[in-house]
Structures are given as structure tokens and as C-alpha cells.
């Protein structure tokens, strides 16, 4: 890996994300990217995957986000009946609404539809919102293995995959719920995998699910 100083770019216009996603970045008012967003976002532009190590409150949702939409921006046409172009994983309801809300405010006036499915919620409005196909789709594992087992959702064109706070899902058996989940994405994929702690099964996780990823790491505050 290399240090820090090899990412050391002040602006978000110097990431190479499509003009649209500049200027809206700069309607909402972000123009330095963040450590982790820094050296997470060109490796991902480049299609690479990611094992992020990073804390709460590091900027982790742009740092997969925006590549999320530049690339998504890049492939015009409409997600199919029940499909989803690109799968994200949050642990809680909470974490998912934060998320989709953080890349809405990125993705308003483009075609770019992103859809939550929560537990607590009405299934039946999800099944519905599902069927019509979806960009990016933001999820609690348990909630979306509800969903495919209706088969209200269809994931072989899944060809992104995000695992947001990985430790924390691992602490609610994640891995059974990726096992019936990641043998029905898309390949190739790419997977981006997010974690404040690495403990050993998150190494198994990464081995597991990640291809040759590129490792990005930022020091918690004040270190
Ligand atoms: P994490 O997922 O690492 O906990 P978030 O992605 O939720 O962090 O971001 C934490 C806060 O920082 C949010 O309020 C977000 O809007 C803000 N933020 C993220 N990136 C930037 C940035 N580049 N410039 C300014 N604020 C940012
Ligand atoms: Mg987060």
C-alpha cells in the first residue's frame, strides 16, 4: 500500500468523476474529498475492489458512493422488472436510510433511482417498489433474504456490491446471510468491503468475497 502523501489531492474536481456529479457535489456543498474518499475513489474508478478499514464519521459513504454513481452514470438504460444494478449492505435501518439519502441528494435530477428494503417496514410496499427495477438498491441483509425467498427481487445483474460497516453485520450473522446472498449477484462484480475493526473473520470475509482488493485505511481521529 502506499502512504498517505501519494493521495494528497484537494479537490473533488481532481478525481475524474463526471461533470454532473462535480456539480452536484458542489450544490451540496462538498468540495474537499475526505482521506478515505481520497484514496478509495480513484482505485475504485479503476474497477478495482476495496477492503476499507476506516471509523464512523470518516466520509465512508461517498467513498463508495461516488464511484457507485459515476460508474452507473456511464450505463444508461432502464433496470429490469425486480432487478437492481448495484446491491449495497448496511447493517440497521438507520445506516441504510443515512445512506440512500446521502447518495439521493448526489443523484436527484439524473435518471439514477435508489431504493431501500428494511425490516419493520410493510414488505408488501417493498415488493411493490421492487418491482419496478432500481439503480442501486440499499439493504438490511435479513429483509432483502425475505425478499428473494418471495421472489420479489433479482440479483443477477448486480454487478456492484458494497458491504457497509462489515464488522458490525458479522456480529449479526452476516456470513450466513451472504452465503445465500453472493451466489445470486452478477459477475464480474465489483465488491467494496467497509469495516471500522479487521478482526480474523473479516480476513475471511475479504478472502471469501473480495477480488485482489486494493486496501484503503485512514487512522481514526486524532491519531
Ligand atoms: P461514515 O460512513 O464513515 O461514518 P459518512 O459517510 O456518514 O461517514 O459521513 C459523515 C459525515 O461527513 C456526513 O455528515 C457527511 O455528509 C459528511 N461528509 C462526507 N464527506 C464529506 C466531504 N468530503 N466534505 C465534507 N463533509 C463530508
Ligand atoms: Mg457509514
Redesign the pocket.
Known sequence: MRGDKGYDLLDFDMLGLAPTLNDALKRAG?????PI?NQAIPLAMQGHDILGL?Q???????AFGLPLIDTLLAQPGKPAPKTAKALILAPTRELVN?IAD?LRVLTDGSKIRVTTVVGGQSIGRQINLLSRGTDILVATPGRLIDLMDRRAVDLRSVCHLVLDEADQMLDMGFIHALRKIAPQLGTPRQTMLFSATMPKQMEELSRAYLDNPRRVQVSPPGK
Open positions: 462538498f468540495t474537499e474529498p475526505t474518499q476506516a464512523t464519521g470518516t466520509g465512508k459513504t461517498l443515512q446521502s
